[in-house]
């Protein structure tokens, strides 16, 4: 009889364990720190992997899994980054216009241009549904939303070859910058490579309301 408990044990445990691993192993994290510009406050949000290979490979959404943020009372766009993405921040121009550090913008794991960054780094690549342009978020001074909720869809990404899909020392992974005067909030999806194997590529769902950590969720196809 204990033989038989033992056994029902294990098959419980095998059969509960990857879902529960797969659901809480990931994380967004949305900190907050003053901005440069008085009254505004910049928030960086990551994700939040559990090994050294495991590589965020993109961030999307479609109509079936819309990808959302909002900010109410509006984002700070520099005018002196004409992208939507950090490969438009010089950092040879912060001492002379400090509020471009201030900028929004989009990423995976890079706060300036790929040519600054570790090795093997990528700028990310963007895809866009002309008739939903997601980018305007990151560019628009006082934009209020970002929604990717189209047939089409939209995402920035990196190939399995750049550096900067991997976690940093805390095995985080920089995904956007947002400066704003009020709060944040929003839905974000993420294309995971669980210990960098593509083939085994997982998509989670995180929500986010304000600063704070909260786990993701596999998202259905």
């Not at 879902?19 to 008085?38: G, H, L, N, R, W």
């Not at 934009?143 to 976690?167: C, E, H, P, Q, R």
């Not at 997982?202 to 196809?221: H, N, Q």
């Given at each position: ?124 690549i963007m895809v866009d549904d002309r008739a939903n342009p997601w980018a305007q978020f ?51 999806n993420a294309q995971i490579f669980p210990l960098g194997d593509g083939k085994n590529s ?20």
């Open positions: 009889m204990l033989r038989n408990y033992i056994v029902t044990v294990l098959l419980l445990a095998v059969t509960y364990a990857v879902p529960f691993s797969t659901f809480s192993q990931y994380s967004i994290v949305v900190s907050k720190e003053p901005a440069v510009m008085d009254g505004m406050t910049k928030f960086r949000l990551y994700i939040q992997l559990s090994d050294p290979t495991d590589q965020v490979s993109a961030i999307f959404g479609t109509d079936k899994n819309p990808m959302t943020i909002d900010a109410p009372k509006g984002v700070f766009n520099s005018p002196f980054n004409a992208s939507w993405s950090a490969s438009g921040l010089n950092p040879n121009f912060f001492e002379a216009m400090p509020s471009l550090v201030d900028d929004s913008f989009a990423t995976i794991g890079l706060d300036g241009p790929a040519s600054k960054g570790m090795a093997n780094s990528e700028d990310p990151f560019k628009e001074n006082e934009a209020v939303k970002l929604d990717i909720n189209t047939l089409l869809g939209g995402s920035w990404f990196v190939l399995k070859t750049a550096s900067n899909g991997f976690g940093d020392e805390n095995l985080r992974v920089l995904i956007a910058q947002i400066t704003t005067p009020g709060s944040i909030r929003g839905n974000i997982t998509k989670m769902t995180f929500t986010f309301d304000g600063e704070g950590t909260t786990p993701g969720v596999i998202v259905s196809e």
